[in-house]
């Protein structure tokens, strides 16, 4: 009997671990289909994201340090020239990071293309009629949605020589005769409870060399360092500071590396990650 008890105590075991290999099997197909649709879905978000090669060709002298914490990301920007040759600029921060992100992200891009065709072209009034169709598009006057973006924009004018800048939430960070200046984005994001925002226009004057910086919050609010503690934006506006008369491309290096250092070992990356900087200087009749 003591032989059958453990024959059958055998089988029991051998049943358990096959099962057990089953579902790991499982486990690891599942996660295989998942992965490989996200990566799938990256490659969709790159091919609507603005491409490096047509940023150097409409705003020479420029670099993008972005990095997603997930495969996906919530951060983008995008750029885009008229025919009168201004050029618009933006940098966004999705509601969430990862797959709830980009899908935010692929709404706003499909909007600004829209309110841009439309020959809306000043930065306060592009943000207010985003919020609108960031409203419509998501049904928030009837849903509890209250998912959004927060975003700088610039409108820079070739002719006129000056950048136009509206922020809901973003702030725009520049340099100019050796001096730094922060221009704070308004108090409202894009999207949620309220009908109607109005947006703050700001207009710089870039008869001069101008270095700008646009930017995520992703950098400023990493946590890192000796006492774990946040980056922070006066931190961020001296290293820009300190940087700002390099090479682009250097620029871009040691902002990787100031980031990579801050997170360290013990601290994950928390947020998406994107700045972008460019210079423009209409003294040498380009803008590298």
Known sequence: RSWRKTKSQNKIIENQKTDIENQKANLEESHKEITDSINYAKNIQDALMTSKAYMDEILPGNFIFYLPKD??????????RNSKDDVFFCVADCTGHGVPGAFMSMIGYNLLDEITNKGINRPDLILEELHRGVRFTLKQRETNNQDGMDMAVCVIDTDAKKVEFAGAKNPLV?????????????????????????????????????????????????????????????????????IYDLPMEEQKTILEKTFKDWVGTKYGQIDDVLVIGFKLDFTSHSSQ
């Open 71 to 80: 495969v996906v990301s919530g951060d983008y920007y995008w750029a885009y």
């Open 174 to 242: 520049y340099i100019q005769d050796g001096e730094v200046f922060q221009i704070k984005g308004d108090k409202k994001g894009i999207g949620g409870k309220s009908d109607d925002h109005k947006f703050t226009l700001h207009t710089i004057d870039v008869s001069k060399p101008t270095w700008f910086y646009l930017f995520s919050d992703g950098f400023i609010d990493q946590f890192g360092g000796e006492n774990g503690r946040k980056f922070m934006i006066k931190n961020f506006r001296e290293l820009l500071f300190q």
